[in-house]
């Protein structure tokens, strides 16, 4: 799932019974767990962690620690969150879903907020979105990244 910084994105947790037809389990404990935002290249770095990810669903649902979310399912084994990730620097958060009784299930998603001062590049260092061409009375091109050009790293052009 990926959403511009400053913008929500929604999810929808489900509980349900794979020994029962896949009934949905209805008020089910469960919890979630972020781990620290990584970039295009799977580097952390502390000061990323100033802006996590944000979690909101509802009066069944809380915040335990900067990294733990604990709630409840509704009546139809579901849960309706809204992520977001105010001042985020364009990392993947990846988010474990534990039920929390005597139960080992697990699921796991990553969510990535991405940054207009990144390209949406494999060779870019953070995740964003930054268009390649942009007109405003001028065409404007996004300088290449280093990655991305064919001069050797260390050399210039002109010699």
Not at 87 to 97: D, L, M, R, S
């Amino acid at each position: 799932m990926k959403a511009k910084v400053g913008e929500d994105a929604t999810m929808r947790l489900a509980i349900t019974d794979t020994k029962n037809n896949d009934q949905p389990l209805a008020y089910y404990y469960f919890s979630l767990h972020l781990d620290d935002g990584v970039n295009r290249k799977n580097q952390t770095d502390t000061a990323w962690e100033a802006h996590p990810v944000q979690i909101a669903g509802g009066s069944n649902f809380r915040q335990v620690d900067a990294h733990t979310y604990e709630g409840m399912t509704d009546a139809n084994g579901q849960a309706s969150l809204t992520l977001s990730q105010p001042g985020g620097a364009g990392v993947k958060t990846h988010i474990t879903a534990r039920m929390r009784s005597d139960f080992n299930a697990t699921d796991a998603k990553d969510v990535i907020f991405t940054v207009i001062t990144s390209p949406d590049s494999d060779k870019a260092r953070m995740w964003g979105h930054m268009r390649g061409i942009i007109e405003s009375g001028s065409l404007y091109k996004r300088p290449l990244l280093a990655d991305e050009t064919e001069h050797e790293l260390g050399t210039s052009a002109g010699k």
